[in-house]
């Protein structure tokens, strides 16, 4: 079982930057790909990001592409999320998960949860 721990969130202002961090309790860490997801008030589970176990591999929404970036320390068991130039539209609860095998968008093929964590971006 591995738990997931996701932090970092915050109220930023349009155009700011915040880092999501996710740690995981699991030392087989670094055999899972990783991902991130997102929810607003009224809507679906949307994919972010993903990247592939050893990192080699990322995948991004295209809402995000040019000023989000993930990778990971399996070092350290953690992967992150550094969100630059957000909008009024990034604001969501965002939740990290973990699977094994190749990188997917769908959320249901994703096995482990975080509890996520609240992103605010205001105009």
């Known amino acids: 079982q591995v738990q997931l721990v996701e932090s970092g969130g915050g109220l930023v202002q349009a155009g700011g930057s915040l880092r999501l961090s996710c740690a995981a309790s699991e030392r087989t860490f670094s055999t899972y790909t990783m991902g991130w997801f997102r929810q607003a008030p009224g809507k679906e589970r949307e994919f972010v990001s993903s990247?592939?176990?050893?990192?080699?591999?990322?995948s991004y929404v295209d809402s995000v592409k040019g000023r989000f970036t993930i990778s990971r320390d399996n070092a350290k068991s953690t992967v992150y999320l550094q969100m630059n130039t957000l909008k009024p539209d990034d604001t969501a609860v965002y939740y990290c998960a973990a699977k094994s095998g190749a990188i997917v968008v769908d959320p249901q093929r994703y096995d482990y949860w975080g509890q996520g964590t609240q992103v605010t971006v205001s105009s």
């Open positions: 990247i592939s176990w050893s990192g080699s591999t990322t």
